[in-house]
T-cell receptor, first 114, second 116 residues
Framework: DQQVKQNSPSLSVQEGRISILNCDYT??????FLWYKKYPAEGPTFLIS?????DKNEDGRFTVFLNKSAKHLSLHIVPSQPGDSAVYFC?????????????FGKGTKLSVIP | EAGVTQFPSHSVIEKGQTVTLRCDPI?????LYWYRRVMGKEIKFLLH????????ESGMPNNRFLAERTGGTYSTLKVQPAELEDSGVYFC??????????????FGEGSRLTVL
């Protein structure tokens, strides 16, 4: 019973274009969402987060959008760079930013083609 | 500043044997977490320490798994006896006190466990 779903296992994008990674969730109690980036043989690295009281959070080239009614969030990377090639995990928690039991999706492997 | 370190990076054992994984969190981080990723599946929460106390161990799969955090510093995760389905990558993460950050966990590189 997956509560956080990343339905695209992989995505290829041309350098300079926009990358859009999607994530859906089923648990209505989730109120804090995070994206992590993972390179091979490394641990996940925090990228960006969003609270359920917001619908958008931006940090440089990375923007996360949250649609609570659809239980959907997306990560936009603009412009995409070859160094962005990695596996991206969507994660969610219930209880605000102070609750750290994260529920992860299976990840989407992003390949940015030079 | 040193990040979260885990040892060993890879362990290969036979079914029925015992393995102990170690995690050293970032200095000053009271919160320490164990997560596990089984092949092809999502990263799953195992447990959460606040200093030396277990705050939440709802993700521990069964009593073959024992986690400790002596003195609130490093933590160990022991699997005894190991079964084939325990194979995967075990991630440790740490964070500062709750409410003082954005919810960011700092992950280690993981300990890959292969049970034959």
């Amino acid at each position: 019973d997956q509560q956080v779903k990343q339905n695209s296992p992989s995505l290829s994008v041309q350098e300079g274009r926009i990358s859009i990674l999607n994530c859906d969730y089923t648990n209505s109690m989730f109120d804090y969402f995070l994206w992590y980036k993972k390179y091979p043989a490394e641990g996940p690295t925090f990228l960006i987060s969003i609270s359920s009281i917001k619908d958008k959070n931006e940090d440089g080239r990375f923007t996360v959008f949250l649609n609570k009614s659809a239980k959907h969030l997306s990560l936009h990377i603009v412009p995409s760079q070859p160094g962005d090639s990695a596996v991206y995990f969507c994660a969610a928690s219930a209880g605000g930013a102070g609750s750290y039991q994260l529920t992860f999706g299976k990840g989407t492997k992003l390949s940015v083609i030079p | 500043e040193a990040g979260v370190t885990q040892f060993p990076s890879h362990s290969v054992i036979e079914k029925g044997q015992t393995v102990t994984l170690r995690c050293d969190p970032i200095s000053g981080h009271d919160n320490l977490y164990w997560y596990r990723r089984v092949m092809g599946k999502e990263i799953k929460f195992l447990l959460h320490f606040v200093k030396e106390s277990k705050q939440d161990e709802s993700g521990m799969p069964n009593n073959r798994f024992l986690a400790e955090r002596t003195g609130g510093t490093y933590s160990t995760l022991k699997v005894q006896p190991a079964e084939l389905e325990d194979s995967g990558v075990y991630f440790c993460a740490s964070s500062q006190e709750r409410g003082r950050n954005t919810g960011e966990l700092f992950f280690g590189e993981g300990s890959r466990l292969t049970v034959l």
